[in-house]
């Protein structure tokens, strides 16, 4: 399947430093192996520094690219700070952000203590804020470009029942790009999202789909394709968009989700179930009502 596949030519990113927050697990640690397998140096930021170590090993010895895997909560700006001093020390510059980092579980909104809320909003929103507004006063000091991707989901615009801190922060964070995307542009800087649905990570799928919930809804029955998402189409994704090859895609966000979110929200779209023997008969009462 050509989804499966690398979509880039090979050297895109030569030269260039991405940084992705929560680049050691899941979805982040995939787009780390893309970008390395394209040239480019990364930097991985996020709290669990023997997770980080382990993955920049790992793929270091996978691609022989550069990876600095280095210690930092997003909710604390002065950390923040400090993964930028570190990784201008070590290459010189960055090129690329990725905000991937996030916290999320499924709950009634109810049950929420003011702290679970703010849990999620901190990581999602808040560390999205700081990196962005850090890095972003940085290159604009410094008359470099840049560009800025964030990781959002569909309920970004939608809302959802069960998440509602995440769909709150992902809203903010889809609007930070929004705007920005506008105001940082005389910079040279574009800023985009994408919004995934369903793709299989320890993270999402422990905190989201715990089993009982999987052996009712299987997630990928909720989507027209059939399927979840592969990895290796979300890190093409976030290359090309990262890339110079998408120089005019500045404040869009992407959905990659298979038509999950359409799905949920086309008034008829549930009268995929009915039989073509069941329409023949529909087709008497709709073709008789004159
Ligand atoms: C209710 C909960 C809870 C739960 C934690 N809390 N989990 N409340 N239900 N399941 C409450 C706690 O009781 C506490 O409040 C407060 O939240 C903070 O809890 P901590 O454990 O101290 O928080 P912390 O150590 O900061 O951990 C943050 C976290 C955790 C978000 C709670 O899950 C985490 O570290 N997640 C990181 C990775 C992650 O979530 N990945 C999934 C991303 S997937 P009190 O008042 O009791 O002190 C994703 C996909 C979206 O976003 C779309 C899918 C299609
Ligand atoms: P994941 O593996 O749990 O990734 C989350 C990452 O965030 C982890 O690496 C975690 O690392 C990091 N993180 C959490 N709190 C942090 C903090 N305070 N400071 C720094 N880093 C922190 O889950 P995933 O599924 O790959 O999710 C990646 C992104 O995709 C998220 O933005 C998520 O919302 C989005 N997304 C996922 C899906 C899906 O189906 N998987 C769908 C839509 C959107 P540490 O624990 O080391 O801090």
Known sequence: MLYTQAMLPDGTFSGKTVLITGGGTGLGKSMTRYFLQLGANVVIASRKIDVLKATADELSAETGGRVLPLQCDVRDYEQVENVLRQAFAEFGSIDVLINNAAGNFISPTERLSPRAFSAVIDIVLKGTIHFTLALGKHWIAQQQRGTILSIVTTYAWTGSAYVVPSACAKAGVLAMMRSLAVEWARYDIRCNAIAPGPFPTEGAWSRLMPDPIREKFEPANKIPVGRVGEH?????????????????????????????????????????????????????FTKGAK
């Open 232 to 284: 290796q189409e979300l890190a093409n994704l976030v290359a090309y968009l990262a890339s110079d090859y998408a120089a005019f895609i500045n404040g869009d966000c992407i959905t990659i989700d298979g038509g999950e979110w359409l799905k949920g929200a086309g008034e008829f779209n549930n009268l995929d179930m009915v039989t073509p023997e069941m329409w023949d008969m529909l087709e008497m």
